[in-house]
């Protein structure tokens, strides 16, 4: 998907993503593809900022089973009166094999004999009453 965003122009788009009402939805727009390397879109509904959202591109001239590419929403504009919103996205991209090669963020051998402490995390177990 990268390759196909070389100019700066309008692309045709399916953009899919969770809402702020956490439903799904999937809204065909246009995907304004800025010189700079930014873009933006127009969708009729407001996302959070840092939401995540796939982008899979329309068109004639692309195959029909185009693979959706993740990208991050962020500058989310306020709604304007023609019920449209505007907002910026930033590509996400995928961890490549050298970063899964690095250290681990937790060692299996180390958690499975950690024992768990509550107050660790701050909580504690409150008796509940039962009425017969």
Request: overall charge negative.
């Amino acid at each position: 998907m990268g390759n196909s965003f070389n100019s700066p122009r309008d692309y045709r788009i399916e953009l899919s993503g969770w809402g702020l009402d956490n439903s799904f939805f999937a809204e065909r727009t246009n995907l304004l593809w800025a010189a700079n390397g930014e873009n933006q879109v127009q969708l009729h509904r407001t996302l959070p900022e840092g939401a995540i959202v796939f982008i899979r591109l329309l068109g004639s001239d692309l195959s029909s089973g185009s693979v959706p590419a993740a990208y991050l929403v962020r500058d989310v504009e306020p709604m304007d009166r023609c019920g449209r919103c505007q907002m910026s996205l930033a590509k996400l991209h995928s961890r490549s094999k050298e970063s899964l090669t690095g250290k681990l963020a937790s060692n299996d051998l180390e958690d499975s004999q950690r024992v768990c402490n509550m107050q660790e995390f701050g909580l504690e177990l409150q008796h509940e009453e039962i009425l017969l």
